[in-house]
């Protein structure tokens, strides 16, 4: 097994060299079936050295590559110190929840010394997704990069880029993660923010013990590039900018754009974005960097990661003497939210006649759900929330609770108790969402595990409204088993007689995670054509920890290949 494991791992890293040089051809045949081990490896970043969860010992984790339309299998060996799952972030699952990997949603954890092959069926999906944990907060550490490549009959709706280079952002903590979830969820308090932010793993230039190891891309003058950037960041949203360049967006959650240029992204945890870099600036050292966005008053990380973006002397009239200190981009104001909203209205799909789009024009269900953060009262104000109480969230006043197994084998094998069948499709209360003062009683939500259930087929259109209950503040809220069209954004409260004549319904973009903006609003769009249980929540992980998520179950339809696939021999016990 062990040979195995160090054949992989020697697989994904000429991989990745292959990509990064340009030289990966989409003709190539990759493997159908990877091994996950789980594993902890000591790691030194910031001066010091600890133990995190990594998959084959790599951090950032192993990169799948795939064509569209295929089917792999990928065996996670959980060689860890606590219970794991893996989700496979974008990738639509038909017909196949059970490999989804939320815990408590669509399984239950590979305990230590376990293992279970998931089976990831991708379909319409094109560009980049990414891979990571979906327990606790391990996926800090545990994620990496999932490219999907045109069929072998197609190509990109672009030229083809001289080479391709993944960007993953993250978020680094000098305490062990795990240590800091179970504080956090003890306490009832906001959990301390990150000490850097990363970029393919390294901290970069600004801070401290990290400088020769900042992550480094080289270009030549007059070639353009292909960006994969994800933004695996557990807490928090990023804004991503190259000095002296722009960038040209491509595609968003693997499906393609209207080419957008741009000199700055707004990109929130669990987002991918392909952006073409055309090095056409005077050759010299530049730097790319990523800085959080947060529109709420609350805490956060105001500490910015860098890479070096290199020019090599080809293609120039001889050689050049680099700059001492490599420019910045200029990045914007922390809450700078009108530019985060902006960025993410300005974004529309490609929908050509090789890339057609399908948006639900005619309703069946017609969802309201406001994303708020709560608190419930502690004995004797004992708690680290505000006044002493526990923080918490919520969708429609619902604080999610986990059952004691995982809702899909409630659903699947009629297990009763485990969930309840009555999430409202509207909040209990109406009360003006985006107030500045707002009565005490209503940071109060109840605790339950309520689904909703939707007939195979139905047509959805859900309004996500942003509340200032307790401090507003963005929610990337992130739909498992589907994309969806987001057809409508924009701030304060949502008019539901004024905002619709709004809705783009030509182009919209096709997501499968969006930020709500604090105290405003989202509309998305999707058809329930993908039958099993599907988690939503935000990927915020400690909103999602709060209780800011709800389950969807998406009933069978009438024939065979409108039903759930059987369950794989080797789920995991509860």
């Keep these: 097994m062990k040979e195995v494991s160090r054949i992989s791992i020697h697989l994904q890293l000429l991989g990745w060299l292959l990509a990064v040089n340009g030289f990966l051809l989409h003709c190539q045949a990759w493997p159908a079936r990877y091994i996950f081990v789980v594993e902890d490896t000591p790691y030194t970043r910031l ?61 239950c954890p590979i305990q230590p010394g376990a293992k279970f092959t998931q089976k990831i069926i991708f379909s319409t999906e094109e560009g980049t997704l990414w891979w990571h944990a979906h327990s606790e907060w391990d996926r800090a550490t545990v994620h990496g990069a999932i490219i999907i490549y045109p069929s072998k009959k197609s190509k990109y709706p672009f030229p083809k880029p001289h080479a391709e280079i993944p960007i993953i952002l993250g978020e680094w903590w000098k305490e062990d993660i795990g240590k800091l979830y179970t504080r956090t969820i003890q306490t009832g308090g906001d959990p301390n923010t990150s000490d850097a932010f990363l970029i393919n793993g390294q901290p970069g230039d600004l801070y401290p013990c990290s400088k ?46 209207k080419p957008f240029t741009t000199d700055y992204v707004t990109i929130s945890p669990g987002q991918t974005m392909d ?39 080809r293609g120039t009239k001889g050689n050049y003497t680099p700059s001492s200190t490599p420019l910045l981009p200029n990045l914007l104001a922390h809450n700078d939210t009108n530019a985060s909203v902006h960025f993410s209205g300005s974004l529309r799909s490609l929908a050509d006649k090789n890339h057609p789009i399908d948006v639900p024009l005619k309703i069946t269900n017609h969802l309201f759900f406001t994303v708020s953060v709560n608190t419930f009262a502690c004995p004797n104000n004992s708690c680290a929330g505000p006044n002493g ?56 939500p ?62 919209p973009p096709l997501r499968n995670t969006i930020a709500v903006p604090v105290n405003g609003w989202t509309t998305i769009r999707f058809k329930a054509d993908n039958p099993g249980v599907w988690f939503m929540h935000c990927h915020l992980d400690r909103h999602m920890s709060w209780g800011m998520d709800m389950t969807f179950i998406v009933k069978n339809g009438k024939g065979p290949k409108e039903h759930i696939l059987p369950p794989p021999p080797d789920m995991p016990p509860c």
């Design 446 to 507: 109840r605790r339950g595990t309520e689904v909703k259930v939707l007939e195979y087929n139905a047509t959805v259109e859900l309004v996500f409204q942003g509340t200032n209950l307790v401090a507003g503040d963005d929610h990337p809220m992130h739909l498992h088993g589907f994309s969806f069209y987001v057809v409508g954004m924009g701030l304060g409260n949502f008019d539901k007689d004024k905002d619709p004549l709004t809705y783009n319904l030509v182009d």
């Design 47 to 107: 001066c010091s050295t600890k133990n995190i969860l990594t998959v084959n010992g790599q951090f950032p984790g192993p990169t799948l590559y795939v064509h569209k339309g295929h089917t792999i299998s990928v065996q996670v060996i959980n060689r860890g110190s606590r219970n794991i799952t893996l989700h496979w972030h974008g990738v639509a699952q038909p017909r196949n929840p059970w490999s989804d990997g939320p815990d408590y949603i669509t399984q």
């Design 389 to 444: 109480t526990r923080l918490a969230a919520s969708v429609n006043n619902i604080s999610f609770v986990n059952p004691s197994i995982d809702i899909l084998q409630a659903y699947y094998y009629h297990v009763n108790g485990e969930f309840g069948t009555r999430f409202p499709k509207t909040p209990p209360l109406l009360f003006n969402f985006t107030a500045q003062d707002l009565p005490l009683y209503l940071q109060t």
């Design 212 to 257: 020769s190891d900042t992550f480094k891309v080289t270009v030549d003058y007059g070639k353009t590039y292909l960006l994969r950037l994800i933004n695996s960041a557990v807490q928090e949203i990023l804004f991503f900018a190259i000095a002296n360049h722009k960038v040209t967006v491509v595609g968003t959650d693997a499906s393609y754009t």
């Design 275 to 313: 952006l073409l870099l055309h090095a056409n600036q005077s050759p010299n050292h530049y730097y790319m960097a990523a800085t959080a966005y947060v529109g709420g008053a609350v805490p956060y990380d105001n500490t910015t990661t860098t890479a070096l973006l290199q020019y090599t002397n």
